[in-house]
Each structure stands twice: as C-alpha cells, then as structure tokens.
C-alpha cells in the first residue's frame, strides 16, 4: 500500500512532495543513517553532565508542549499532521524494511506516540473528569483509571519492544565431547492420556546427544490412578527411560520437579510438557549457551499443532496469528535485550544448580515458571531466548480448558505482583530494565477491568445517562483520535505479524470477565486458588458452542 498524496507528482521545474520510490528510499536513508550521524557527532563532544543537562532542558521544553490548549481547529490540525507523519513512516519502513531501519522508526514512532499520549492524558486530567453527581463521579474515576492502566501498559509495551534481541545458537562442534554438560530430561505428567505421553517420550529417547550424558524421566504425579501408573510403568520399560513418583501432589507440578531434581543427577534439566514433541537438535543448539556460567535457562518457542479455540470457531485457518506468537516472536525477544526473558515451564533448559541455590522451582505461585525466572534474574543470573522452534505441542481444544489455562496464568502473574511487587521491592537484585519487564508481565492480565469499563460506559450514558466524560465532543475526539492511531502506528512495526488490532480486542475481551475476578482476587488474597491441569487430546473437529466457559 502507498500513501496517496506521495504519488502526486510535481510540474517539471517545480519543487514538490515525495513522489517516487527513489525519493522516498533517500528520505529513508536520511531519517535512518544520516540524522542518527549528525546527532553523534553532535553529541560526542558533549560531557556526561552536559548531555544530562541537554535531557533535562529538552522535557522541561517538552512540558509546555503537552498542556497547551489550542484553539480547536489548531489540535485537529496537529493530530492530523501527526497522523500523516506516522503513516509516512510506516510507509518509509514497509519499502526498506530490514532490521536496522525498522527498529530507528520504531523509535521515531514511539516518540511520536508517547507525546500524543501524554498531551491526551492531560487534556483528559484537566478538562474532562465529570463531577457533577454520585454516580457520574463513581464511574468517571472507574473509566479514569481503566485508561490511565491502559497508558501505563502501552508506555511498558513500548519499552519492552524497544530493541528486539536475535540469537543463534553456540556450536558445540569445537568444544570436546567429554566436557559437554550431562543432561536430565523430565516429562512431568498427571493424567494425561498415555498416548500423548508416549509420543514426547518417544522423541526425548531420539533426542540428538551422547547417551552417556542424557537420561530421561517421566515425572508421573498421578498417584490416583494406579492402573494408569502400571501402564506408565510398563511403556518407560519398554522404551528405555525411567518413572520418577511420589507420595503425595504437594505443590503440584512445581513440587514434581523440585522431587526429581533430588533424585537425577545431571548438570542441565531439559523440562517438557507431557504433549511437548522435542526436536531431534533440540540439546545441541541449546546446550552451549551454558558455557557461559552466568547462564541459568534457555528458552525455546512453544508451538501447537492443532488450531486452538479461536481458530476453529472463527474459521481463520492460521490468516490470523495467535495469542502465543505475540510473546514468543516480539515481548520474550524483546524481554531477552533488557536479560528478563521468562521461563515458561517447558521447551526450556535449566542449570540445576542455579535453581536448586534458589529453593528449587517456586511453589508460592500458579505460575511456579516465569516465579523461578524472576528469582534467578533477582540473583544476578542470566537467562537465554533462542527463538526457533523446538517442540510441538497441543493448544487446549475446548474454550473452556482455554479459558482455565489463561486465569491459571492470570492468577499466577498477580500472585507474583503481589508477593513481590517487581517495580518497588528493594530486596531483589534487578535492574530497573528488568523491573519493568516484569512489572508489564505481571501487571498484564488486569486488561478484564479496562476492557469491561470500556463496554459499559456508553451503555450506562445511553440507557441512564450516567456521563463518565464530561463535554465529550469534537475536541475531545481531536486529543483522543491522534492517541489512539498513533498508537496503533506504532505497534505495527513490531506486532504487524503476530498480532492484529481488531482481533486483539476480541481475544481479550473474551477472558476478561473470568481475568478480572481471578487477577482482583489474588491481589486481595494471593494464597486463593490452585493449579489446574489443562484438559488437552480431546480431539476436538468441530465449532462449537461451549457452555462450560458461559
């Protein structure tokens, strides 16, 4: 798509807009390469109380910027100019779009972004909070705070996405084989089908590494139910692995490992789902990250190779990306620049003793995974992304197992929110980059509250004229629109291909009813609740209506 005031061409002899993909290409190149080099070269001759100087003069400018109220045909004209600035970036990175070029527009874009933003947020502080009533007061402040979350997420995405962190995988080739790590692979199980368990166990025997230095076991915690225990028992005999039990499920999964680290005695633990098929390398391309001893995990991708809920009922047949593909392809990469990539449970490699120095994997949380990331990132540890897909597993078929795995995660994410407060809790060792990475993780699943604000408030002013925005108008679209748009803009470039605005809004307005109770509940009390296996191998082929989920 080309923007169409730029394929209008001027007169011979006469001066004009950008017109031709050569033009636009040197505009490119001189927004990219050549404003970036003037600014360097300006720059390097400033001291480092200088520049701090030059920062501070710059917002303390910047203020008067955000709070002036013009005219109204003077902010309508500026949203507009805005708006065509950050489509003509979008266009500038769509022709040239390599990694260098989309990351410094990205950044123009944000800036853009976080200056109509702000300049919104104060008009809407200063000139649109309603007080005229009970009611009208209550519900103001309630779609207030729904939006002021909403710009603190947006501002927290934004610094997330930042730089994007690429990574290939350190050979092992030229290491000698007797100084690899010895590894342990866990296959925790409850009571899941035993097929399902068969075929991962089938493909973690067949993984790619030395036999002396690579044992497997099938963690079973399903001690009620004994017969599938003896089936268990029989297939690890018969494919060359070993059973791990024991006696009680205390702590669940989290505790099922923290058993086995006991009772294994490898250097690095490779932890997968049930349902999780390992690629034959898998090992081979993760293992030499830890010749880094500062190195805790490796993270690989989690994959699924069924269509899940959405894309079934919706008809999409992968032409709409999937929640998983946001985190696994933009915010973990994104989170690996600043150190802060999270564990998630399977697909990943863990150093044991890092993990065991800790306490083990965390019980205090649903979300044991990305709680032992947090507290191995407190401990100065490092932790590895390695974006390629490694494993192939199941999506829960029915929405209703859907909706439970996302409010055991929603749960979780505000139990570690409340347990240990990331941005504020001076007793961990985190960088303020990686205080904020969690404190978007975490402070994430509270979209039910905004979303479900942003659906009632007109009706409430429809059917009861109950106004939460007072002198809502034209002026108040022109702050509001360049807000929104830029916004919009400005996640394109790095979400353009796993995430779609529209669909976005569904998605998340789908969970937020059961995400607003869950996240709400674990502030008030964070012991309430407990972990839930995820229904999978349902086979499920056709839409559905699923009541269990109403």
């Keep these: 798509m080309t923007i169409p005031f730029l394929k209008i061409r001027s007169k011979p002899g006469q001066r004009g807009l950008v017109t031709t993909p050569q033009q636009r290409e040197k505009l490119t190149v001189w927004v990219v390469e050549d404003l ?45 100019i805005l708006l065509l600035v950050g489509r003509v970036i979008i266009q500038m990175e769509e022709d040239k779009p390599n990694r260098k070029t989309s990351e410094y527009l990205h950044l123009l874009l944000v800036l853009l972004s976080v200056f109509t933003t702000l300049r919104y947020f104060y008009y809407r502080t200063r000139y649109t909070l ?41 050979s092992l080739e030229t290491i000698p ?32 590494y030395p036999a002396d230095k690579k044992s497997v076991y099938v963690l079973d915690d399903g001690r009620k139910y004994p017969e599938r225990r003896e089936k268990l028992r029989q297939m690890c005999e018969d494919i060359g692995c070993e059973l791990l039990t024991r006696d009680n499920n205390d702590h669940a999964k989290a505790g099922n490992i923290n058993t086995a680290f006991h009772n294994t005695k490898g250097d690095l633990v490779l932890i997968l789902d049930c349902d999780h098929i390992p690629a034959k390398s898998l090992l081979k391309e993760t293992v030499g990250f830890f010749f880094n001893p500062k190195v805790s995990f490796v993270q690989t991708p989690h994959w699924f190779y069924n269509p899940d809920p959405f894309e079934r009922n919706l008809l999409t047949e992968g032409r709409i990306p999937v929640g998983n593909e946001l985190f696994y392809k933009v915010l973990q990469k994104g989170n690996d620049f600043w150190n802060a990539a999270f ?4 697909a990943a490699v863990i ?30 540890y490092e932790s590895v992304y390695y974006d390629k897909i490694m494993v192939a597993g199941l999506a829960p ?35 303020l980059a990686q205080r904020l990475c ?16 942003y659906a009632i408030a007109p009706t409430l002013f429809l059917l009861f004229g109950i106004n939460s925005v007072k002198g809502l108008g ?14 919009m803009q400005t996640n394109h470039i790095p979400y353009k291909h796993v995430r779609f605005s529209f669909w976005n809004e569904i998605f998340e307005f789908a969970l937020s009813f059961q995400a607003g109770i869950v996240t709400l509940l674990a502030l008030i009390n964070p012991k309430l609740g407990s972990f839930n296996v995820t229904d999978k191998g349902m086979n499920v082929t056709k839409r559905s209506f699923d009541f269990d989920s109403v």
């Design 36 to 80: 970036p080099y003037i600014f360097g070269e300006i720059l390097q001759w400033l001291s480092r109380r200088q520049l701090l100087l030059l920062i501070v003069s710059l917002l303390l400018l910047f203020i008067p910027l955000i709070t002036a109220r013009p005219p109204i045909w003077q902010q309508g004209l500026l949203g507009l």
């Design 130 to 170: 309603n007080f005229e009533g009970w009611l009208n007061i209550v519900f103001c402040f309630l779609l207030y705070g729904a939006e002021l979350y909403a710009i603190a997420t947006l501002f927290l995405a934004y610094f997330q996405t930042i730089k994007i962190k690429e990574r290939k995988a350190v």
């Design 177 to 208: 084989q007797e100084e690899w790590f010895s590894v342990d692979i866990y296959i925790p199980t409850y009571n899941e089908d035993i097929e399902i368990v068969r075929k991962t166990t089938l493909a973690a025997v067949a993984i790619d």
């Design 343 to 346: 564990f998630c449970g399977s």
């Design 351 to 380: 150093r044991k003793t890092h993990v065991m120095e800790i306490g083990g994997i965390a019980t205090e949380t649903v979300t044991e995974d990305c709680h032992t990331a947090f507290r191995l990132h407190s401990k100065g």
């Design 397 to 431: 078929e029915k929405f209703s197992a859907y909706i439970g795995q996302q409010v055991r995660w929603a749960r979780g994410m505000a139990q570690i929110l409340r347990l240990e407060n990331p941005l504020f809790n001076r007793k961990v060792n985190l960088s």
């Design 438 to 453: 969690y404190m978007s993780a975490t402070s994430h699943f509270f979209f039910g509250f905004p979303r479900l604000m």
């Design 474 to 487: 034209f002026e108040t679209l022109c702050y509001a629109l360049p807000h929104v748009i830029l916004s």
